[in-house]
């Protein structure tokens, strides 16, 4: 079945350690996503990938970074996770950008 | 300042009766609206959708409902089944801006009771 995946689904890591989180389609989507969702929040998008174009939003912290070697993969970096990044993490990924959205499980991330 | 309001945080409906959930918004730029569906520890599933040259979109059990002067949309759902019980997310998009950038909602806690 194509879909999106989230790899960790869970992920511990401790206040100021780089961490890494990972995500991949098998739908050969163009356009790849990366959402931040608080507790009882909306989810927020960070920035996405129209192919190899990254797209910032104007208020996603410097703090975070985004990559997209490939297609299939596309990755979120916290450089710096401090208390205040603990969330779930959501990828998700269109074919256009005004298509639905399709979403994967997220990582929901602790910082400690 | 939120383009997309759900003003019910949660809903609780009979099996078997029709669950309606609400969602305003603000920014009549937005042209392609979306409902998502997400059970705990799951991400969002994409349920329906509607255009705004339309005013309403069916989908088995599903419609979406349009009302652009109002700038309110709603999704019915009948009829409720205890397995539509979720978190349902409203969602916006200003297509011809080109970004991609879906607003959410905050959500609706649906709760169907057998």
């Known amino acids: 079945d194509a879909m999106v995946i989230q790899n960790p689904r869970y992920q511990v890591t401790q206040f100021g350690k780089p961490v890494t989180l990972s995500c991949s389609q098998t739908l050969n989507h163009n356009v790849m996503y990366w959402y931040q969702q608080k507790s009882s929040q909306a989810p927020k998008l960070l920035f996405h990938?129209?192919?190899?174009?990254?797209?910032n939003e104007a208020d996603t912290p410097d703090n975070f970074q985004s990559r997209r070697p490939n297609t299939s993969f596309c990755f979120l970096d916290i450089r710096s996770p401090g208390l205040g990044d603990a969330a779930m993490y959501l990828c998700?990924?269109?074919?256009?950008?005004?298509?639905?959205?399709?979403f994967g499980p997220g990582t929901r991330l602790t910082v400690t | 300042d939120q383009q997309v309001k759900q003003n019910s945080p949660s809903l609780s409906v009979q099996e078997g009766r029709i669950s309606i959930l609400n969602c305003d918004y603000t920014n009549s730029m937005f042209d392609y609206f979306l409902w998502y569906k997400k059970y705990p520890a799951e991400g969002p599933t994409f349920l329906i959708s509607?255009?705004?040259?339309?005013d309403k979109n069916e989908d088995g059990r599903f419609t979406v409902f349009l009302n652009k002067s109002a700038k309110h949309l709603s999704l019915h759902i009948v009829p409720s089944q205890p397995g539509d019980s979720a978190v349902y997310f409203c969602a916006a998009l200003h297509g011809s801006s080109n970004t991609g950038k879906l607003i959410f909602g905050q959500g609706t806690t649906l709760q169907v009771k057998p």
């Open positions: 990938y129209y192919d190899k174009d990254f797209n």
């Open positions: 998700a990924t269109s074919w256009d950008r005004e298509d639905e959205q399709y």
């Open positions: 509607i255009s705004s040259i339309k």
